[in-house]
């Protein structure tokens, strides 16, 4: 597995930074586990090799799957569950963050969104469970590649989320740099201290 810079140590190095033009973006998809999209999730397994009796369990498990709500003591009509993985599931973070890492691959092959350069190595991300950490450089520039790519993932895969929800946090030496960024970012650049997950997965 490749280990990635944790997130307190490119912070850092972008406050040593002289010429700062960059931003740190936190992404939280309220709800992700609910909204993948099946199909999506098998043919994702399928193409990182989990195959055989192992990915037929899991086609098993999400075969046509029904919730049912009890209403004043009475069972209704179960319902059809096309998204989400099960609640309670040991397996249900496993497969959200197979899923999740196919958006990170994008993001990290993606030319035109460049993300700090530490050493011979460009960090553009951090995952946390259904949290990701974005790391930018030249935040008016790389944004709109950035939105695009995220809402092409939510469209195939399910995970959405609302560009104003993000939180980012803005680094620069420029006040002209500042203001003109702020009018081409759709999301809240907030003053205050992005409260990073513990839990870090890559």
């Known amino acids: 597995m490749v280990q990635y810079p944790q997130s307190i140590d490119v912070i850092h190095h972008i406050n040593k930074l002289k010429e700062k033009k960059h931003m740190v ?14 199909p999506f999730m098998i043919k994702t397994l399928s193409k990182v090799r ?14 046509k799957p029904t919730a049912d709500i009890i209403l004043n003591g009475q ?6 569950l096309r998204t989400g993985t099960r609640q309670g599931c040991p ?34 991300l951090s995952l946390f ?9 030249n935040p008016k520039d790389s944004i709109k590649k950035l939105l695009d790519l995220l809402n092409e993932f939510g469209n195939v895969a399910g995970y959405k989320i609302n560009a104003k929800k993000y939180v980012a946090f803005l680094y620069t030496n420029s006040e ?9 970012i759709p999301f809240t650049i907030t003053t205050k201290k992005i409260k990073l997950p513990r839990n870090k997965l890559n």
Not at 26 to 33: G, L, P, T, V
Not at 50 to 63: H, Q, R, V
């Open 176 to 184: 002209h740099s500042e203001r003109e960024t702020k009018k081409t």
């Open 129 to 137: 469970a259904d949290d990701m950490i974005l790391y930018i450089k």
């Open 75 to 80: 069972k209704l009509t179960p319902f059809p």
């Open 25 to 38: 973006i936190s992404i939280d998809a309220e709800k992700a586990f609910d909204k993948i999209q099946h």
């Open 91 to 124: 397996l249900s973070p496993l497969l959200f963050d197979t899923v999740l890492e196919v958006l990170a691959i994008a993001i990290r092959q993606e030319e035109e969104i460049k993300g700090i350069q530490i050493g011979k190595e460009e960090v553009k």
């Open 50 to 63: 989990i195959e055989g009796s192992y990915l037929n369990i899991i086609k098993a498990i999400y075969d």
